[in-house]
């Protein structure tokens, strides 16, 4: 994995899977970044391969949730990123999928109460120590690469001896949200801390923050010296960020998200997420839409909504 140079799609909760990763890419996403995955709910998946999607698939024992989906076309791209406190665990989950994904990611940005509780996400940037033991227990036992995402810490030095000190677990690189635990989204990005890490460092710098227009991916390379960007809400959004030719238009963009669903028979609440998130940013969920989004209680039921249910029955009749 080449991590230089790079548009990169952000790993983002109940929105980044299989269809918005598979159309960033078809947008101009070099590298794409699946949501983070819980290592306590993955080591008690298994993999079964989908012949009807052409997918393969981490379905979790008991339940028989797809928990995580991926396709060969996204095998040289896709990263795993994966929430963790323990060293040993991270590896027993990463064992499961390390063949099927271009890297492995540790999340160690999530400021989420749940994360934190769990000793998870951004709970890690206090912890040097467990920072230094999941990477290198990883390394030494994957042939996949292996990195992390972090976001500031509240000084600008500790942030950067922080990242010195990951750079020296072997990463090939690191992705760096500028942004602080007590940061909300409506906060500006802190491109110049973010300049802070990349100076420090000699490993590629994925930059993070307040990417919303195709321009946005030099502003932040110029801003801060990063060799590559990632783009999180302007990305779930609108995904034709990525295309050098512009953004289409919001509306066409939701249709073919909502194809993209019905082709990799995408999990409704994930599908719906995305598509609130969208409506919620151009329009009002309040509108007729919206409500009806909020109603839809299967893939048919979001076909119906948006008038694709010749569509829905084709793929559907083709599935083995």
């Known amino acids: 994995m080449e991590y230089r140079n790079k548009l990169v799609l952000a790993p983002m909760v109940r ?15 070099d590298i794409t970044y699946g949501e983070e995955i819980i290592d306590h709910k993955f080591v008690h998946c298994q993999r079964v391969t989908n012949e009807s999607l052409g997918t393969t698939d981490f379905v979790e ?8 989906r991926t396709c060969p076309q996204e095998r040289d791209r896709v990263v795993f990123q994966m929430g963790t406190s323990d060293a040993v665990r991270a590896l027993k989950a990463a064992e499961i999928v390390c063949n099927d994904v271009a890297a492995i990611d540790i999340n160690m940005g999530c400021p989420k109460a749940f ?15 467990l920072i230094h033991d999941i ?19 509240s000084k600008r030095q500790d942030t950067v001896e ?35 890490v990349v100076s420090a460092l000699s490993i590629p710098v994925i930059a993070n923050g307040d990417v919303f227009e195709y321009e946005d991916f030099k502003r ?19 995904a034709s960020i990525f295309s050098a030719k512009g953004k289409i238009p919001w509306e066409d963009y939701k249709r073919e998200y909502v194809r993209k669903t019905i082709l990799w028979d995408n999990d409704v609440k994930s599908t719906k997420t995305t598509l609130r998130e969208i409506i919620t940013h151009y329009t009002n969920l309040e509108f007729a839409e919206g409500k009806g989004v909020i109603k839809c209680g299967s893939s048919a039921d979001v076909a119906r909504l948006y008038d694709e249910e010749d569509y829905y029955n084709s793929v559907v009749s083709n599935w083995k």
């Open 115 to 129: 994360s934190i509780s769990g000793g998870m996400g951004a709970a890690l940037l206090t912890k040097p120590e």
């Open 61 to 68: 024992r008991g339940t028989g949730s797809v928990v995580f």
């Open 220 to 238: 932040i390379k110029d801003a801060t010296g990063a060799t590559s960007v990632m783009a999180a809400r302007g990305a779930l959004w609108n």
């Open 135 to 153: 990477l290198t227990t990883l390394r030494r036992n994957l042939n996949t690469p292996v990195t992390c995402k972090i976001r500031l810490l």
């Open 162 to 196: 922080l990242a010195r000190w990951i750079e020296k677990t072997g990463v090939p690189a690191l992705g760096v949200h500028g942004r602080t635990i007590k940061d909300r989204p409506k906060d500006p990005a802190k491109w110049d801390e973010i300049a802070d």
């Open 15 to 29: 929105a980044g899977a299989l269809p918005l990763r598979l159309l960033a890419a078809e947008y101009g996403a």
